[in-house]
């Protein structure tokens, strides 16, 4: 199969950074999640998450210039629809007026180097909420699901993604975006992150509360992995990395340490992600608002185990924090 290529790692400064296998986190480590809105003026405050908004793509210069001057080099967008109607088989994912695509081509537009990935689901764009195209049933057909799902990664590539990031969990994705990504001429420059070893978490309660994306019946038990599969977390990076991915992702973070350990053995070439979820963020606010520790200190302690288990990129909530507190220290 025609999988291994080594351009898209190297297409943008920060993919070619990525690449130097470092054990200190710096401002190049951190990829901000941030929640896009089709609502024009949004900023609308995020219940679990605080000091979270999602915003209309016409405040994400106010939103983000400050953070960009600060040193940001990284984003992942998520779409959070609310003025059209959703429907099974996620039409708003890759509606060309949607908040995803209007925002990658705002952001390319705004900020020049700045690194765009977009998180590449149907969940947030379903009126099931799964995170796939079902069958009557209501089971996955993980064939229809894939093909829409890279689909949909094309979209995103085309408007200017630099970088495409499939968390779905469905079977062999990423050798089917890869090969259309190939097809429409975009493998190249199109960086394909995959959520390889992504568990069914108790800790993503606030993010689906953010983008309204939780089930309306069932579970997302059938595709993503139970959090004792650590056998099938092994597969799934061998897998994915067969299939043609860039990048290894990890998620959640804290409690998958020793997942993010076996990515670093099983894919010692590849940069690896982690994701420090929805629930991983609240539930420090929560334990340093409870006087459990000092929230600088506790923040940052989990950023050095993420990197010292082989992570060298991460996603997280607390970007904007990690930003300020590296220029402080620097000025020590
Ligand atoms: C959806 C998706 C989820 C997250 C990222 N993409 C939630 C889920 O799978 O239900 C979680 C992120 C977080 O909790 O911060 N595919
Ligand atoms: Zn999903």
């Given at each position: ?7 898209p790692?190297?297409a943008?400064?920060?993919g070619?950074e ?15 999640p ?7 003026g ?13 915003w ?10 400050p ?10 967008l998520?779409g959070v629809p609310?003025l059209?109607?959703?429907d ?8 060309p007026?949607g ?9 390319r537009e705004?900020?020049p180097?700045?690194?765009i ?5 149907l ?8 995170c ?9 057909d993980?064939q ?9 990664a094309?979209a ?8 495409v990031?499939p ?13 259309k990504?190939?097809e429409a ?5 199109t ?15 606030p993010?689906?509360?953010a ?12 595709y ?7 056998g099938?977390?092994?597969?799934a990076?061998?897998?994915d990395?067969?299939?043609g991915?860039?990048?290894?992702m990890v ?16 894919a ?5 992600a ?17 006087g ?9 302690e989990?950023?050095?185990s993420m ?23 620097e000025?020590?």
């Open positions: 199969m025609d999988s291994e290529r080594l351009h790692s190297i943008t400064p920060l070619r990525l690449q130097a296998q470092s054990h200190q986190w710096t401002k190049s480590s951190l990829m901000y941030i929640f896009i809105t089709d609502e024009a949004a900023k609308v405050k995020l219940g679990g998450m605080p000091n979270q908004y999602r209309g793509v016409d405040r994400l210069e106010e939103f983000l210039k953070l960009v001057q600060r040193g940001l080099r990284s984003v992942i998520f609310v059209k109607d959703k099974p088989v996620g039409s708003l994912a890759d509606d007026q908040p995803v695509i209007q925002a990658i081509q705002k952001l705004l900020f180097n700045l690194y990935a977009a998180d590449v689901c969940c947030e764009y379903t009126s099931h909420g799964h796939g195209i079902l069958y009557e049933n209501g089971t996955v993980n229809k699901s894939i093909d829409r799902l890279a689909d949909v094309v995103y590539a085309k408007a200017g993604a630099h970088c990031a968390s779905d969990m469905m079977d062999n994705r990423i050798g089917a975006m890869h090969q990504l190939v001429d975009l493998r190249d420059k960086t394909l992150m995959s959520y390889s070893a992504k568990f069914a978490s108790s800790m993503y309660g993010f689906r509360e983008v309204g994306s939780a089930p309306s019946f069932g579970d997302r038990r059938c993503q992995l139970p959090a004792n599969a650590r099938l977390a092994r597969r990076i061998q897998r990395v067969r299939e991915a860039d990048i290894i998620k959640p973070g804290l409690p998958y340490l020793d997942v993010l350990g076996d990515a670093r053995e099983l010692p070439d590849h940069p690896r982690v994701y420090q979820v929805s629930g991983e963020y609240a539930t420090i606010h929560a334990a340093a608002a409870a459990v520790g000092d929230f600088k200190a506790l923040v940052q989990t950023m050095t990197v010292r288990a082989g992570a060298s990129l991460i996603l997280t909530y607390f970007t904007p924090e990690l930003l300020q507190w590296l220029d402080d220290d000025k020590k």
